[in-house]
Nanobody
Framework: QVQLVESGGGLVQTGGSLRLSCVASGRTFNSHPMAWFRQAPGKEREFVAA????????KYKDSVKGRFTISRDNAKNTVYLQMNSLKPEDTSAYYC????????????????????WGQGTQVTVSS
């Protein structure tokens, strides 16, 4: 059973930073693409960032480019989302996701492409 557990969320002021972590367990982690999505109340879940199995390829939502950085440490089965220059519109629950396909460099932005999900961690940015 694959499990993804997010942590690192919290309350931060506009312009502040947070680093989210997602620890994977239950199967080999380092051969699968990973992603972060977010969902605000009353809104659809939206893509934030993704990273290929090796970390060589990344993709970002336009509005977070230059502010957020996705990375992974395969030795620790962990993917990170470093979030800088946070804005009130970044307030959401953030979810970690993984695709079961191995060794692909494709990184799709649709939530339907990902097979496993964490429970989410809340990020709140105050103005």
């Amino acid at each position: 059973q694959v499990q993804l557990v997010e942590s690192g969320g919290g309350l931060v002021q506009t312009g502040g930073s947070l680093r989210l972590s997602c620890v994977a367990s239950g199967r080999t982690f380092n051969s699968h693409p990973m992603a972060w999505f977010r969902q605000a109340p009353g809104k659809e879940r939206e893509f934030v960032a993704a990273i290929s199995w090796s970390g060589a390829v990344t993709k970002y939502k336009d509005s977070v480019k230059g502010r957020f950085t996705i990375s992974r440490d395969n030795a620790k089965n962990t993917v990170y989302l470093q979030m800088n220059s946070l804005k009130p519109e970044d307030t959401s629950a953030y979810y970690c996701a993984s695709r079961s396909e191995q060794y692909t460099i494709r990184l799709l932005t649709s939530s339907e492409w990902y097979d496993y999900w964490g429970q989410g961690t809340q990020v709140t940015v105050s103005s």
